[in-house]
């Protein structure tokens, strides 16, 4: 058995004294893992890192098998991934993320969400978003996707503001006005087309509503707990725009 294809390294583990089982999220054959022989030299560490864009070969003597990978760099994205908490976190959450799907079921539209993500995740102005449309998109892959085109109430398009906890669907601000102490909220940034940038309140906002669903659908059905990198992330998103808040601060004051 033998294929070629491109992926983004998630990570890695020992194996042996000199390998290394590397996890990867490839374009064609979904997270798949393989052997790297030598993967622990000094040449192979630096392209074994998460983050990392890498060609692979994968050779197994049957298809079941945990088989050989071979990798070559095509874009190095580690070294500036591991400056921002932020990047090292928001990286470590999107691959715990795709660790909830199954192994080798091939998911293209993810891996090219996830190139795009890595190609700005060390924008820490960017990464809140970045990560809630993609927790938008997991949900999505795994039969659980939001339906926030349209108010579920009206049909109407127009000040969608709400989701309801039960059916996942949007709400309009009129419609949900009587029970918005039950809704969640929906943030306007993540509404299709509308072009807004969100503020750290709608981001708050929106990793609650991914976050309830998550828990809902996925976390307490299989009985496992969020991912510690995703409380991470959101505090590293914090640290970051409280930084930012008190730069803005002191400008105004001089």
């Known amino acids: 058995m033998e294929w070629r294809d491109e992926g983004i390294i ?18 064609a054959h979904g997270r798949h893992l393989g052997l790297v022989r030598g993967g622990r030299s000094r040449k192979q560490q630096p392209v074994l890192q998460p983050g990392n864009r890498v060609d692979l070969l994968w050779r197994a003597r049957l298809d079941e098998h945990l088989g050989v990978f071979q990798a070559e760099a095509i ?10 908490a932020v990047a090292v ?3 470590q959450t999107m691959a715990a993320h795709l660790r909830l799907l199954p192994e080798r079921d091939a998911h293209g539209g993810l891996y090219e969400a996830l190139a ?15 990560v809630a449309r993609f927790e ?8 659980f996707g939001l339906d926030l085109s349209q108010c579920a109430a009206t049909g109407s398009r127009q000040d969608l503001a709400y989701v309801s906890p039960k059916s996942g669907r949007a709400v309009s601000r009129a419609a949900g006005e ?8 929906l943030p306007a940034f993540l509404q299709r087309g509308s072009g807004l940038r969100a503020d750290p309140a709608a ?29 991470g992330f959101l505090a590293a998103l914090r640290r970051h725009q409280a930084a930012v808040k008190a730069i803005a601060g002191e400008t105004v004051g001089q």
């Open 203 to 231: 981001l708050e906002d929106a990793f609650r509503l991914t976050g309830f669903f998550f828990a809902r659908h996925v976390y307490e059905p299989r009985g496992i707990e969020a991912p510690d990198a995703r409380a």
């Open 10 to 27: 998630l990570g890695t583990r020992k194996h042996g004294e000199t390998s290394a089982i590397l996890e990867v999220m490839t374009r």
């Open 75 to 84: 874009e190095m994205n580690a070294a500036r991934l591991m400056d921002s």
């Open 178 to 185: 009587p029970w918005r102490d039950k809704m969640l909220a």
């Open 89 to 91: 976190y928001g990286l």
């Open 116 to 130: 795009v993500m890595i190609s700005h995740l060390d924008d820490a102005d960017a990464a809140g978003e970045l």
């Open 136 to 143: 938008l998109l997991i949900l999505d892959e795994l039969g």
